[in-house]
């Protein structure tokens, strides 16, 4: 079965630090990959997804994310977090329209 | 404006009652999706329905009962409720674009007593 990990439940980090969240996928086929945000008491939001192409893709706010096949890895990095990143971060997979399996979320506290 | 919505957004309710949870999309998309998030935000995909027909049916007891009555909408119905139910239920919908990029409601909190 196919299964998400992210590499780090809790991460806390001072304003302007920079950001690297891990994510690990175990599929051998064709995938699509996901980063979803959960600010405080809100619903899930689409930061940036790999569909296809440039395996180095930029979302919204500043995020972007590496796509790196050979590791089954899909990172999300941002140079220089704000306090307003405070959130929930999932990483998300599926092959086209089946088996859609969520990482456990990373939870991320910018501290000001 | 709202593209998933979700009524109601609170539900709290005792053991053994049966409720509904509904889901409206108007993006047009053929796809939606339940989801449960636990306590400590785990999400696990409960259903999926295109064009009203069931094409994902996760492990959940059948006590969960999906219903699409249009492509737009896809509601989740719970029988006898149990205290293991309270979790946050999302509905989501989606394309069949290839990427099938979710976009999410408001959420509905379920608390059983």
């Known amino acids: 079965a196919q299964s998400v990990s992210q590499h780090n439940h809790h991460v806390i980090l001072s304003e302007a630090a920079s950001l690297e969240l891990g994510c690990n996928y175990s599929?051998?086929?064709?995938?699509?990959l996901f980063w979803y945000v959960q600010y405080p008491g809100q619903h899930l939001q689409l930061l940036l997804k790999?569909?296809?192409?440039?395996?180095l893709v930029k979302g919204i706010k500043g995020f972007e994310a590496e796509f790196i096949k050979s590791k089954f890895s899909f990172n999300l990095r941002k140079p220089s977090v704000q306090w307003s990143d405070t959130a929930e971060y999932f990483c998300?997979?599926?092959?086209?329209?089946?088996?859609?399996?969520f990482g456990p979320g990373t939870r991320l506290s910018v501290l000001p | 404006d709202t593209a998933v919505s979700q009524t109601p957004k609170y539900l709290v309710t005792q053991m053994g009652n049966d409720k509904s949870i509904k889901c409206e999309q108007n993006?047009?998309?053929?796809?939606m999706y339940w989801y449960k998030q636990d306590s400590k935000k785990f999400l696990k995909i409960m259903f999926s329905?295109?064009?009203?027909?069931?094409?994902i049916n996760e492990t959940v007891p059948n006590r969960f009962s999906p219903k699409s009555p249009d492509k737009a909408h896809l509601n989740l119905h719970i029988n006898s409720l149990e205290l293991g139910d309270s979790a946050v239920y999302f509905c989501?919908?989606?394309?069949?674009?290839?990427?099938?990029?979710?976009?999410f409601g408001p959420g509905t909190r379920l608390t059983v007593t």
């Open positions: 599929y051998g086929g064709t995938v699509n």
């Open positions: 790999y569909f296809s192409g440039d395996p």
């Open positions: 329905y295109n064009n009203k027909e069931l094409i």
């Open positions: 989501a919908s989606s394309t069949r674009d290839g990427s099938y990029e979710q976009y």
């Open positions: 998300a997979v599926n092959n086209y329209g089946q088996n859609f399996v």
């Open positions: 993006l047009g998309h053929d796809t």
